[in-house]
């Protein structure tokens, strides 16, 4: 049974930090396409950051390239996304989601509906 368990999510001032973590476990992690999503009241759940488990290579969207890190510890199967200097418009559900490396380039640009495996995220809040 395939797992994705999100923590790591909470309440900041703008301008702070926090590291998301999500756990897999029943997954061939070492040949993943790790993406993070996140989803505000009212929009469209968008892609933030992604990474090719195999080549390490990672992903961002514009609107958090230099702010947001994805990284991972192989050994405990878990995907971290370090946000920086968080803003108002960072806030929303996060999401971690999975699936194989295999065909679609691992972008965040893929989008959502070609994830197999999603955690059942993990709220950040980031007032003014």
């Known amino acids: 049974q395939v797992q994705l368990v999100e923590s790591g999510g909470g309440s900041v001032q703008a301008g702070g930090s926090l590291r998301l973590s999500c756990v897999v476990s029943?997954?061939?992690?070492?040949?993943?396409?790790m993406t993070w999503f996140r989803q505000a009241p009212g929009k469209e759940r968008e892609g933030v950051a992604s990474?090719?488990?195999?080549?390490?290579?990672?992903d961002y969207a514009d609107s958090v390239k230099g702010r947001f890190t994805i990284s991972e510890d192989s050994v405990k199967m878990t995907s971290y996304l370090q946000m920086t200097s968080l803003k108002p418009e960072d806030a929303g559900m996060y999401y971690c989601?999975?699936?194989?490396?295999?065909?679609?380039?691992?972008?965040?640009?893929?989008?959502?509906?070609?994830?197999?495996?999603w955690g059942q995220g993990t709220q950040v809040t980031v007032s003014s």
């Open positions: 029943g997954y061939a992690y070492s040949r993943a396409c």
């Open positions: 990474m090719n488990t195999v080549s390490g290579i990672t």
């Open positions: 989601a999975a699936r194989s490396i295999k065909g679609v380039a691992c972008t965040v640009g893929a989008g959502s509906a070609i994830m197999d495996y």
